[in-house]
Nanobody, 121 residues
Framework: VQLQASGGGSVQAGGSLRLSCDASGSTVSTVGWFRQAPGKERAFVAAMNWRGSRKQYADAVKGRFTISRDNRNNTIYLQMNYLGLEDAAVYYC?????????????????WGQGTQVTVSS
């Protein structure tokens, strides 16, 4: 499984960004997004099963972020609205071929490269 993340950038607080993760190779059962801010551990953001029938969000992003998938091209999205300074981080997409959606990074065996999100006041 190969994952290619993109869409990061700089945005003012209160703004929006949409991250994309192109998945290729073998089929996967679960996809997720994690983020890592400087000096902090990697943290769970959102996850969903491939069908999109089960979604899970970190409390810090509920109501602001949405994870979704484009059925046409195997792209996973993370729509991020009302971004705050605390959302600034490197964002990673992750996937696993067998696991259920989870907030544990150890459950994901495939990772894309990170994409930087910068939020300014």
């Amino acid at each position: 499984v190969q994952l290619q993340a993109s869409g990061g950038g700089s945005v003012q607080a209160g703004g929006s960004l949409r991250l994309s993760c192109d998945a290729s190779g073998s089929t996967v059962s679960t996809v997720g997004w994690f983020r890592q801010a400087p000096g902090k551990e990697r943290a769970f953001v959102a996850a969903m099963n491939w069908r999109g029938s089960r979604k899970q969000y970190a409390d810090a992003v509920k109501g602001r972020f949405t994870i979704s998938r484009d059925n046409r091209n195997n792209t996973i999205y993370l729509q991020m609205n009302y971004l705050g300074l605390e959302d600034a981080a490197v964002y990673y997409c992750a996937a696993d071929r067998w696991a259920l959606p989870s907030d544990k990074s150890s459950n994901y065996n495939y990772w894309g490269q990170g994409t930087q999100v910068t939020v300014s006041s």
